[in-house]
T-cell receptor, first 112, second 114 residues
Framework: AQSVTQLDSHVSVSEGTPVLLRCNYS??????LFWYVQHPNKGLQLLLK??????LVKGINGFEAEFKKSETSFHLTKPSAHMSDAAEYFC??????????FGKGTMLLVSP | ETGVTQTPRHLVMGMTNKKSLKCEQH?????MYWYKQSAKKPLELMFV???????ENNSVPSRFSPECPNSSHLFLHLHTLQPEDSALYLC?????????????FGNGTRLTVT
């Protein structure tokens, strides 16, 4: 069994300030973890993935996430938000050959 | 630019109509998926195809009928839909069905059932 919880439905930041989107997961297996981003009227795009290599994973557009097994967390961060980062972000967990389990999403709002 | 193309982008249909959604992937992937995205709900997996064979049907009503003629094309045939079926339908593909294979999504078809 597996599940994922995105702790915030909305996060608001100012342009140029850090971004933190929180994700906790549970999995019976050694998990694979992903972050996807969805801009309005678009499909989901892969930001980054963790598959038991380095615990700090770097993704596209300056995003990174850290896998913390002891905390069962996989939070997404970016040092400095840009207006173009405004979108919905999904944390996803998978174990073995199981299908992916998506979180409910976090809407990131970036103000000038 | 996405390697997964969905048509049409928008579709309005009455409850008695029959229509089809089309998906094509140009990534050489072996697995294809249909997902339903409704407001305020997590993404719902509908169907999975691996090497053209359906491997998962997530208790989807029979008014949704998938078809996968080859590894590059996926269809979703719709008939006698209900207003609650209005949603964004997303197609995705991946190299295989292992859990660490990332999905590549199309831009979706926005379906409105009147």
């Amino acid at each position: 069994a597996q599940s994922v919880t995105q702790l915030d439905s909305h996060v608001s930041v100012s342009e140029g300030t850090p971004v933190l989107l929180r994700c906790n997961y549970s999995s019976s297996y050694s998990p694979s973890l992903f972050w996807y981003v969805q801009h309005p009227n678009k499909g989901l795009q892969l930001l980054l993935k963790y598959t038991s290599a380095a615990t700090l994973v770097k993704g596209i557009n300056g995003f990174e996430a850290e896998f913390k097994k002891s905390e069962t967390s996989f939070h997404l961060t970016k040092p400095s938000a840009h207006m173009s980062d405004a979108a919905e972000y999904f944390c996803v967990v998978s174990g073995g050959y199981s299908t992916l389990t998506f979180g409910k999403g976090t809407m990131l709002l970036v103000s000038p | 630019e996405t390697g997964v193309t969905q048509t049409p982008r928008h579709l309005v249909m009455g409850m008695t109509n029959k229509k089809s959604l089309k998906c094509e992937q140009h990534l050489g992937h072996n697995a294809m998926y249909w997902y339903k995205q409704s407001a305020k709900k997590p993404l719902e997996l509908m169907f999975v195809y691996n090497f053209k064979e359906q491997t998962e049907n997530n208790s989807v009503p029979s008014r949704f009928s998938p078809e996968c003629p080859n590894s590059s094309h996926l269809f979703l045939h719709l008939h006698t839909l209900q207003p609650e079926d209005s949603a964004l339908y997303l197609c995705a593909s991946s190299q295989d069905v292992r859990g660490d294979s990332p999905l590549h999504f199309g831009n979706g078809t926005r379906l409105t059932v009147t």
